[in-house]
T-cell receptor, first 107, second 112 residues
Framework: QKEVEQNSGPLSVPEGAIASLNCTYS??????FFWYRQYSGKSPELIMF????GDKEDGRFTAQLNKASQYVSLLIRDSQPSDSATYLC???????FGAGTRLTVKP | EAQVTQNPRYLITVTGKKLTVTCSQN?????MSWYRQDPGLGLRQIYY???????DKGDVPEGYKVSRKEKRNFPLILESPSPNQTSLYFC???????????FGDGTRLSIL
């Protein structure tokens, strides 16, 4: 059973817009999730983690956990071309990451 | 500088020829793990280690071996590599299992 799933295809937004990335999960007991960013040809790096229901904000990034609907989101405000990357979500045990959402921010 | 170091970065080899990918971390982390990344499948955990001499299977352990004789090192061994093990491999470490992972730069393996 997959920890998390990312089913959305590539996402393209204009510079300055809000990018919204989503991940669903199947284990109702899960309440801890991580978002990683992976630039092309590079290794994943941590963006944010969230350990409880609700929102967590860090600069332009906001992680949202909705336990009732079993999804976790990452919002990127004022998107920049440097945000163009693949974003991966993972559950607490990091056993299997989502396949990732490729974000392109167009100048 | 805190880092996870993998070697080699690239390797092309042939079916059946044993190979080892080394992984070393300098952060005194207890938890280490290996992943493979394939297009459309995301990162899948191969093996993990909670501490020295403590290892366990991840999601896709078949065809791989690991050992954890020292805290800093966690080599991945392919005893008899096959073409379906062609992939991008990442080693990662963290303070413990539920903490953010620090990844190495990756090893791209091609098994012909």
């Amino acid at each position: 059973q997959k920890e998390v799933e990312q089913n959305s295809g590539p996402l393209s937004v204009p510079e300055g817009a809000i990018a919204s990335l989503n991940c669903t999960y199947s284990d109702r007991g899960s309440q801890s999730f991580f978002w990683y960013r992976q630039y092309s040809g590079k290794s994943p790096e941590l963006i944010m983690f969230i350990y409880s229901n609700g929102d967590k904000e860090d600069g332009r990034f906001t992680a949202q956990l909705n336990k009732a609907s079993q999804y976790v989101s990452l919002l990127i405000r004022d998107s920049q071309p440097s945000d163009s990357a693949t974003y991966l979500c993972a559950g607490l045990w990091h056993r299997r990451f989502g396949a990732g959402t490729r974000l392109t921010v167009k100048p | 500088e805190a880092q996870v170091t993998q070697n080699p970065r690239y390797l092309i080899t042939v079916t059946g020829k044993k190979l080892t990918v080394t992984c070393s971390q300098n952060m005194n982390h207890e938890y280490m793990s290996w992943y493979r990344q394939d297009p459309g499948l995301g990162l899948r955990q191969i093996y993990y280690s909670m501490n020295v001499e403590v290892t366990d299977k991840g999601d896709v352990p078949e065809g791989y071996k690991v050992s954890r004789k020292e805290k800093r090192n966690f080599p991945l061994i392919l005893e008899s590599p096959s073409p379906n093990q062609t992939s991008l491999y990442f080693c990662a470490s963290s303070r413990d299992r539920g903490q953010p992972q620090h990844f190495g730069d990756g090893t791209r393996l091609s098994i012909l």
